[in-house]
């Protein structure tokens, strides 16, 4: 298979962000309700990721080899980005006492480091981080529909959904190992 | 806090070191004491930031914070190796995001010192005792040790593991204690 | 949990859970005897041994279920255990299957709540971890009757192996290596019609996943048929894809869930390490079928003109993003091959060079023949890499380097890091200029103390790499350790600007004089 073609699916697939890089997994738990809004909520969730990931890999193609550089930047550019979530209403408000953008960050932050320290040429990385962004809708779209179905089942009362979504998560992560392309 | 809700919100907030920090003991262990280190900085950076800050402590102040703490994160993501070179092979990226993730920051406003030493520990506990889960049955060792000749599920290791542990473990202990309020 | 009043009438349906699980037993039941006779009697410790171990461990858990008239409790334990035990290939140890069940009911299925409830297959769950896990003892395949270790007609259509030995009539019947229930189509099918009769299964799932990956084989230059017929897509088709709890309702999803099974066990049969890859795709596609069902759900009654707008807006929007990649890929592509047509050719002078570049194992070296500007011949020196997988590899990359004469070819699927490491060699090559890798020897003569000395020079480029001395008539105790140290000292040097041994100054100084004097011939500088 081309090695863009595989970095492209491998990102979406092998190394999803969530599912196998276990970034995003707590905005999932806090974000991803409901499998019909989802599909609109994922797509604002992945559109700020992706402004986010592409302002920071623009500007680590400008600053030297520091990781330490690096992850401020990244950290600023996850800032952004979720601020243009804030700005498009998501993310408002607090949760347990901290500022519910709190969630968001690891994996805004995280992915960039994630796709910066990739073995791949800096005008290919385009193709991962769109991988990525793609990887991580699926993931958004694919948890809140699992959700949806652990709450509508009749399942016993002492099996709480939350723990389930988990081991549910654990059953896609197995699923995508199989699809690391060569 | 609600006894009901208190495993969700211990275990939510640790999300990410939960599932990502927990291969082994060692590492587990490793996180267990970062977090502490973390979130002792944190409350003290918190008291300085609000005298400093004349306004009521708002976004700025935990953007500052939160700024702070991924430093300090990634201080220990560097240095840890270079002073206890053992720790290098149990060490991974997800240390250095330690200083992003909720549960360093929970209940630092709070003048209470006591309740937030006694949350972070239940969590330390909690991460030890998934990484000691995993580490047995991804490689059959607990520490490093061999426990029996061979791991049991060795894909355990992996993000399977790292997601179904600490699944199977929460829903166990919300069985325990739905047992014990259908006992009561 | 759902929790709502029921009102009536009813229509009522005579099957129970019971009969349901009862009759699809039966269908499998052609398999088991199938694997019984094609691997003899260890296949039924594997197929019925995991059913019946499955049942055990499911008891603590349902009680009710199970009693004197029922000692299966609803079937349904049995049917996960006996769908994983025929998937197990016939050399799997005694252990498999014991820890395989634990997996199927506990984790795939008790910890969602039970029967109905489970979002995955938990015959899948458990052979996915299985086959993660334990890599060799899942896939120790056999010969039927005589148990001979053998590779199976899905690894020698994907030519993992060195020919296709197996023909159309001997996959139909089963008698060829593979999992024990999944090798004889003819049993198979005998189950599916025997379930399809009955309206346990409809044909729109085993139908879709059958004919996409007969279609896309076909793509990918593989015969179809032979791409149907084996592995254990029959038996996934009829059996683990149809699963009534885990598979779509309505009949649009179920038509794109059985194309999305399809679609990706092709791609991971033949882009993955993964020779099968029935597990992985119907995995993903189970935790995507209630996806499925709420998007193609069908319109509501007085919704469909609403149901048109919405599809066409997102569909506008997914083919917007599609067309978006292609472009950009596209983009990429013409901006490659320009880069490369404006370097028309290897701008090199003609001659024979040679390369280093870091394998799978090791270094591979190669040796290549440039003439006119054009690469005529390479040829694979020295590597380390696994003889059966890196010998096709470089003759497939050999040809596409002299045809496409040029350097970023298609790597060989299932040999990248070899591939990665004849290109890094090939690179290697063609960065080095002729002069510089040709060697020469020079002869030099130099007045020493008694009479002449003859030293012979290697030079590699500009670089000296040996220096001999050829004749001398020095006084051998003196002179011997001299010249060694003074050839030590010029290789180390590269001149012979160095200082003379102490004790042999003339000697010395004439074995100086012999090296330049062959410097001189060859020119150095």
């Not at chain 2, 979130?39 to 708002?58: F, M, T």
Request: glycine share 10%.
């Amino acid at each position: 298979m081309n090695d863009i073609l595989t970095v492209f699916l491998n990102s979406i697939f092998a190394e999803n962000i969530v599912f196998i890089s276990f970034l995003g997994i707590l905005l999932l738990y806090k974000e991803a309700r409901g499998l019909r809004t989802s599909f609109k909520k994922g797509l604002k969730f992945s559109a700020a990721l992706l402004i986010s990931i592409l302002l920071g890999w623009v500007l680590a193609g400008w600053l030297p080899e520091n990781d330490f550089l690096l992850l401020w930047v990244f950290w600023l550019t996850g800032i952004i980005g979720i601020f243009v979530l804030y700005s498009w209403n998501e993310l408002r408000g607090s949760w347990l006492n901290l500022p519910r953008i709190i969630i968001a960050l690891p994996l805004f932050t995280g992915s960039q480091w994630i796709i910066q320290h990739q073995n791949v040429e800096y005008f290919e990385r385009i193709y991962p981080i769109l991988g990525t962004v793609i990887g991580f809708y699926l993931a958004f779209v694919l948890t809140a529909g699992v959700r949806e179905q652990i709450k509508i089942s009749e399942i016993p009362g002492y099996l709480k959904e939350k723990p389930l979504l988990l081991i549910a998560i654990s059953f896609f992560a197995l699923a995508l190992i199989g699809f690391n392309f060569l | 806090m609600n006894d009901k809700n208190m495993l969700e919100k211990i275990i939510l907030p640790g999300l990410l070191p939960l599932v990502a920090g927990t291969t082994s003991v060692a590492q587990a262990i490793i996180f267990a004491l970062s977090c502490i280190v973390l979130v002792v900085i944190v409350k003290i950076l918190y008291r300085v930031l609000s005298n400093i800050l004349p306004q009521e402590p708002g976004e700025i102040l935990w953007i500052i914070l939160l700024s702070l703490g991924l430093s300090f994160s990634f201080a220990i993501y560097i240095i840890l190796p270079e002073i206890l070179p053992f720790t290098g092979e149990h060490i991974n990226i997800y240390l250095m995001f330690l200083g992003l993730t909720p549960v360093i920051y929970i209940g630092s406003e709070s003048k209470n010192w006591g309740f937030r030493l006694a949350y972070i520990l239940a969590f330390a506990a909690l991460i030890v005792l998934t990484g000691t889960v995993r580490e047995f049955i991804g490689q059959g060792k607990i520490m490093g040790l061999s426990i029996i000749d061979s791991a049991v599920i060795p894909i355990i290791k992996g993000p399977v593991g790292g997601f179904m542990i600490p699944g199977l473990l929460w829903l166990l202990i919300e069985m325990v204690f739905a047992g014990e309020e259908a006992g009561q | 949990m759902a929790n709502f009043e029921l009102t009536g009438p009813y229509i009522e349906n005579e099957d129970t859970i019971e009969k349901n699980m009862l009759n699809v037993i039966l269908a499998m039941m052609p398999a088991v005897i199938a694997a019984y006779i094609f691997f003899g009697p260890y296949a039924l410790y594997l197929s019925l041994g995991t059913a019946l171990l499955s049942t055990v461990i499911e008891f603590p858990f349902d009680q009710k279920s199970y009693s004197i008239k029922n000692p299966l409790g609803d079937g349904s334990a049995f049917l996960a255990g006996l769908l994983l035990g025929l998937t197990l290939p016939p050399g799997a140890p005694w252990w498999i299957p014991v820890l395989g069940a634990f997996l199927t009911i506990v984790i795939g299925k008790q910890v969602f709540g039970g029967i109905g409830n489970n979002i995955f297959n938990p015959a899948l769950i458990a052979r996915g971890i299985l086959i993660l896990s334990w890599a060799q003892p899942m896939t120790t395949w056999q010969e039927p009757f005589d148990g001979v270790s053998s590779a199976t007609p899905l690894a020698e259509m994907l030519g993992e192996t060195s020919a296709v030995t197996v023909g159309y009539w001997e996959l139909f019947l089963g008698n060829v290596a593979g999992s024990i229930g999944e090798t004889s189509a003819l049993a198979l099918l005998i189950g599916g019609l025997f379930l399809y009769i009955n309206e346990y299964i409809t044909w729109r799932i085993p139908v879709s996943y059958i004919v996409s990956v007969g279609v896309l084989s076909y793509f990918f230059g593989v015969d179809p048929l032979y791409a149907v017929l084996s592995g254990g897509l029959m038996f996934a088709a009829i059996f683990m894809a149809t699963d009534m709890v885990t598979s779509p309702v309505t009949k649009d999803a179920r038509l794109v869930y059985g194309i999305g099974c399809g679609v990706f066990t092709v791609l991971i049969r033949h882009f993955t390490v993964y020779p099968e890859g029935i597990t992985f795709a119907i995995l993903l596609m189970n935790g995507s079928a209630y996806i499925f069902d709420t998007v193609l759900e069908g319109p509501r009654f007085g919704e469909v003109e609403k149901r048109k707008q919405t599809f066409k807006r997102w569909g506008s929007v997914v083919l917007a993003s599609i067309l978006f990649l292609a472009l950009t890929y596209g983009a990429t592509l013409v901006v490659q091959n320009l880069a490369a047509d404006v370097e028309e050719g290897f701008p090199l002078a003609d001659g024979v060079y040679t390369g280093r570049g870091e394998g799978a194992y090791g270094d591979i070296e190669l040796e290549i023949n440039i003439s006119s500007g054009e690469l005529i011949s390479i040829e694979v020196l020295n590597h380390q890499e696994s003889e059966n997988i890196a010998d096709p590899a470089f003759e497939t990359l050999i040809n596409r380097v002299l045809e496409q004469q040029r350097l970023d070819v298609e790597s060989v699927s299932g040999a990248t890091l070899t591939s990665q490491g004849f290109i890094a060699a090939l690179e290697n090559a063609l960065d080095t200029e002729e002069t510089e890798k040709e060697l020469t020897t020079e002869t030099g003569t130099g007045g020493g103390m008694n009479d002449d000395i003859v030293v012979e020079v290697q030079l590699e480029g500009d670089e000296i790499t040996a220096i001999e001395v050829i004749e001398h008539s020095e006084t051998e105790d003196i002179a011997g350790p001299a010249f060694a140290e003074l050839i030590e000292s010029v290789l180390a040097a590269q001149s012979t600007d160095v200082d003379t041994v102490s004790g042999a100054t003339m000697s010395s100084e004439g074995f100086l004089e012999a090296v330049n004097d062959a410097l001189e011939e060859a020119n150095y500088e």
